[in-house]
């Protein structure tokens, strides 16, 4: 049992028709120390971190835990996808114990623009939907974030709330549970 119920962690690795979602592995490292160093990806999720210090810090194989999938395109890493429980200490909830799953991801720049983040969100909601059906997803990200934005309703979040947080307003959006197909 993990945080997601029955379902084994971690799953298969979950293809698309361009991308494979799977776990971590050592190979991944380099482009995880770029994607965080990336003053691009830093825009919205509070800057970038010196490239020193990731790879003094960076374990072996980061990001292996469950919820979280690398995402890769011929071969190598272009992004993350995580599926993590939203701290009921923050703010934007949509039950009163909180503790909803959140989505959230991030991409190398040499991916943005070719669809690869909707593809790879739909893949690990969908993942999600038949893990723990009745649950619903939630995701917050700056009302400036004009890609976040579009990605969001594209995936069928619709907005709940917003609020400031780390500085800025934060849109949250919620996707309710999908009903079983039949």
């Not at 084994?8 to 050592?26: F, G, Q, Y």
């Not at 380099?30 to 990806?41: D, G, R, T, Y």
């Amino acid at each position: 049992m993990t945080e997601f119920g029955a379902a084994a962690w971690p799953p298969a690795p979950l293809r698309t028709a361009r991308l494979v979602l799977r776990r971590s592995e050592a190979r991944d490292r380099e482009a995880f120390i770029e994607l965080f160093a990336s003053p691009e990806v830093g825009t919205y999720v509070g800057g970038a971190r010196p490239r020193a210090e990731l790879e003094g810090a960076a374990p072996a194989v980061p990001g292996r835990r469950p919820g979280f999938f690398v995402i890769e395109v011929d071969g190598a890493m272009i992004g993350m996808v995580t599926l993590d429980r939203r701290d009921p200490e923050r703010p934007g909830h949509v039950r009163p114990e909180a503790g909803e799953v959140e989505l959230g991801c991030m991409f190398l720049p040499r991916a943005w623009g070719h669809g690869y983040a909707a593809e790879a969100c739909a893949a690990a909601l969908d993942w999600f939907a038949d893990a723990l059906p009745d649950e619903p997803v939630v995701l917050c990200t700056q009302s400036a974030n004009d890609r976040a934005m579009r990605l969001a309703a594209k995936l069928g979040f619709t907005e709940a709330e917003r609020f400031e947080e780390f500085g800025a307003e934060q849109w949250f959006g919620v996707r309710a549970p999908v009903a079983p197909a039949g």
